[in-house]
């Protein structure tokens, strides 16, 4: 009896375990420890759950700094392997990989939606105008902006100062962590400057000179520079100058005038215009004037000097005085009603101005 219960057990002991073999086998198999080729981390370290799958317990231990916000970087396997075994992480199936790339994920703030936010900060304080008129100075160059990736509030202003005297601002902002944790805190000073759009000369011209469209271009400047008087372009072009300019000085509107139609000494047309009547006469100006300008003229005809008011390039018209004539009345009324056959005087064409009398019957 002893012995055939001994076999039993023995028999029933061969059967298990194969079956606890296989189990453990199976158990092996899915919690193998897996190298990954690519990782991404969002924190400022790298742990054992980054680079490799099944890492189980470990999985928070960190092994590494993480690169720099929004970089890329990369660790040879044999190194990941010896950190992760000193780390008690064995059996690590490699997948014949060689490096692991690492990514440390960031969000990007741009500099120009930095830009834009100090200047809308800065709108309309200490005597400054609008926001996109403002040119920002900042003492150091701002760049793109990298934060945690996990920092996904928008730019919220905090502060804000600026001084008139030397133009310095100093702003911060506030942009709010969606985990929870201190806000990151961003701060930028400089200088900000009004601008307007001028028209700025690319030669230097003279006094008289009419401007052409190749003459003038569009920049802008500082308001200080130029004042509330800046010519813009398409008001410049064709205008003659008032005094000296030097290329690359904005012009002021006080810089410019209508161009001289007519100059000092210059030959001109006359023109007698009145009703029925258009005469034209050569003329020699005695004055320089725009458009609308009253000019004395010699008539070279006449050799009599007249006032005339500009009309065109090198054309003056005259005023003519239009005699007045007498009413026309009712010839009832000049004739007399009681001698019907009174005298009546006609002019004629005949420098005479013959009378004539109707026939006596």
Request: glycine share 6%; aromatic share 2%.
């Amino acid at each position: 009896m002893m012995t055939a219960r001994a076999l039993l057990i023995a028999a029933a002991l061969l059967v298990a375990t194969p079956m606890t073999a296989f189990a453990q086998t199976s158990e092996d198999v899915i919690a193998v420890p897996v190298l990954r080729a690519s990782v991404t981390v969002e924190s400022d370290v790298v742990r054992i759950g980054d680079v490799i799958d099944n890492a189980g317990t470990s999985a928070q231990i960190a092994i590494y700094r993480a690169p720099d916000l929004g970089t890329t970087g990369s660790l040879p396997t044999a190194q990941v392997i010896a950190a992760l075994q000193a780390h008690q992480v064995i059996g690590v199936d490699t997948r014949d990989i060689k490096t692991i790339s690492v990514t440390r994920l960031s969000r990007t703030i741009e500099g120009k939606e930095i830009e834009l936010a100090v200047a809308h900060m800065l709108e309309h304080r200490g005597g400054l105008g609008d926001a996109a008129n403002l040119s920002l100075t900042f003492d150091r160059d701002i760049g793109d902006v990298r934060l945690e990736a996990s920092s996904t509030g928008a730019l919220q202003p905090v502060s804000v100062r600026f001084e008139p005297r030397n133009s310095r601002f100093d702003v911060s902002f506030e942009v709010a962590n969606e985990n929870n944790t201190l806000p990151a805190r961003l701060r930028f000073t400089g200088i900000a400057i009004e601008t307007v759009e001028a028209a700025v000369l690319t030669r230097n011209v003279e006094r008289n000179d009419v401007l052409k469209s190749s003459d003038v271009v569009t920049e802008r400047r500082p308001k200080a520079e130029v004042g509330g008087e800046a010519a813009v372009r398409n008001r410049a072009v064709g205008m003659q100058m008032r005094r000296q300019l030097r290329a690359g000085q904005a012009i002021k509107v006080a810089d410019l005038a209508k161009p001289d139609l007519v100059q000092r000494d210059d030959n001109v047309t006359l023109i007698y215009e009145s009703s029925g009547l258009y005469l034209t006469v050569r003329g020699k100006a005695m004055d320089g004037g725009t458009e609308g300008d009253v000019v004395n003229v010699l008539n070279l005809q006449s050799k009599r000097t007249v006032s005339g008011v500009i009309i065109g390039r090198g054309q003056v018209a005259i005023s003519v005085a239009t005699p007045r004539l007498p009413p026309v009345t009712d010839a009832s009324s000049t004739t007399d009603a009681a001698d019907p056959a009174a005298p009546v005087s006609v002019a004629t064409s005949n420098s005479n101005n013959a009378q004539m009398s109707p026939k006596a019957e």
